[in-house]
């Protein structure tokens, strides 16, 4: 099937060392691109890279952190001199901090919005600018998610810098449409990762599960086609400024 096929093209992810960014990585390895794995944790990533060579694919890592536009700017030259251009952007670093909105502090909003929607744009934009230089067509994918279009107790922060992403993603297919750049947002549901197994575990966690339509977690290969969906060009060629959610029909459930 062509309509996957990313060779000769070079996928950034942000986040790849762990969750649902080391998942997309080797998926994108797996359809032929040259993959960069990008966060803060080396030895992680160099394991995750290791993995994707040893199954045949290509792959490097870069540290980066979402928050520092240095190191932005020093990983997009590294993979430039190393790989080109990097044509497909996983905006997927995140992090959550659950604390109800009374006593949410300042350091834990600013935290969480900075990596979440600051960072993205930083990645999104830096991109960008390199795709427009080298006159090559790009796709971002913002890993957003369900509590951008809905909410939910103590998680004010996190469900605010989604929603925001959502409309990043929004105002970058439309500005960048015409310089053959596309902008879509995934919405995943609740997939089983570090950023939330510790309340999974718990009974009120597992007592949630039990109360979402589906009654399961999403499994990390139920987001792969909607992922690539919107990643690919020849499959998403006409998507550019969706929001496509991904969550068995929690976020139309009222829980
Ligand atoms: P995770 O905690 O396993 O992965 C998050 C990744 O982001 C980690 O690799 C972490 O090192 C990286 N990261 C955090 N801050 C960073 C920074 N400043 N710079 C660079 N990298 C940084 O969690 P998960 O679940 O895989 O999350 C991935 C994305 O998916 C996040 O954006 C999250 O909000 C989103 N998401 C997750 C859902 C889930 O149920 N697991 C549901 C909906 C969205």
Redesign the pocket.
């Known amino acids: 099937m062509t309509y996957f096929n990313l060779e000769n093209k070079v996928a950034l992810v942000?986040?790849?060392?762990?969750?649902?960014?080391k998942h997309f990585a080797k998926l994108l390895a797996k359809q032929g691109a040259k993959v960069v794995l990008?966060?803060?944790?080396k030895e992680k990533l160099d394991t995750v890279v290791s993995e994707i060579i040893d199954a045949g694919g290509t792959a490097m890592s870069v540290v980066?952190?979402?928050?520092d536009p240095q190191s932005i700017s020093a990983a997009f030259d590294n993979i430039y001199s190393h790989y080109g251009v990097v044509q497909v952007l996983s905006n997927?670093?995140?992090?959550?901090d659950s604390t109800l909105a009374l006593s949410t502090t300042e350091e834990s909003w600013n935290s969480v919005l900075e990596?979440?929607l600051t960072?993205g744009w930083r990645m999104a934009i830096s991109m960008a600018k390199q795709c427009v230089e080298n006159n090559v067509s790009g796709s971002i994918v913002n890993?957003a998610?369900i509590l951008g279009l809905r909410v939910s107790m103590g998680q004010s922060s996190y469900a605010t810098s989604k929603a925001a992403l959502i409309q990043l993603t929004r105002s970058l297919a439309l500005e960048l449409s015409r310089k053959k750049i596309r902008a879509n947002a995934l919405c995943?549901?609740?997939?089983l990762?570090?950023?939330?197994e510790d309340y999974f575990q718990t009974d009120k966690g597992k007592k949630y599960i039990q109360s979402m339509p589906s009654q399961r977690l999403g499994q990390l290969n139920e987001l792969d086609v909607p992922f690539l969906l919107l990643a690919c060009e020849q499959a998403g060629s006409y998507m550019n400024g969706s929001v496509l959610v991904v969550d068995a029909g929690h976020s139309i459930s009222n829980m």
């Open positions: 942000t986040g790849a060392s762990s969750g649902i960014g990008g966060a803060r944790r980066l952190d979402v928050t997927n670093a995140g992090i959550s990596t979440n960072g890993t998610s995943p549901g609740y997939f990762t570090e950023l939330n």
